[in-house]
């Protein structure tokens, strides 16, 4: 079991900026494509962004294409989440994710995830 320890969540105004960090615990995040994900009171998981284990391909949702990057530090066994020009309805619990083996899957959707993190809360007031 691989434990995601995330942080950097609180509450901001609309344009401000936060950074989250989901740190890897057992210091194996290389082994790890990983995605940011996130879910607001009465709706479904959603993905945000994601950043691949090989190459550090990075992939955005629509929604956050230009304002947030996902970025990774292996030696820091952190994975963070930049997040620029924030919207009220940005407002969620924040959750990192890691898919690991040998099998790609999907790193758009949450079953493409093997581990989750407990989650980080974001508030944006407008």
């Known amino acids: 079991q691989v434990q995601l320890v995330e942080s950097g969540g609180g509450s901001v105004q609309a344009g401000d900026s936060l950074r989250l960090s989901c740190a890897v615990a057992?210091?194996?995040?290389?082994?790890?494509?990983m995605g940011w994900f996130r879910q607001a009171p009465g709706k479904e998981r959603e993905f945000v962004a994601a950043?691949?284990?090989?190459?550090?391909?990075?992939t955005y949702a629509s929604s956050v294409e230009g304002r947030f990057t996902i970025s990774r530090d292996n030696a820091k066994n952190t994975v963070y989440l930049q997040m620029n020009s924030l919207k009220s309805e940005e407002t969620a619990v924040y959750y990192c994710?890691?898919?690991?083996?040998?099998?790609?899957?999907?790193?758009?959707?949450?079953?493409?995830?093997?581990?989750w993190g407990q989650g980080t809360q974001v508030t944006v007031s407008s």
């Open positions: 950043i691949s284990r090989t190459f550090g391909h990075t």
């Open positions: 994710a890691a898919q690991g083996g040998p099998i790609l899957r999907s790193l758009l959707v949450p079953t493409g995830y093997d581990y």
């Open positions: 057992d210091g194996s995040l290389s082994s790890y494509s």
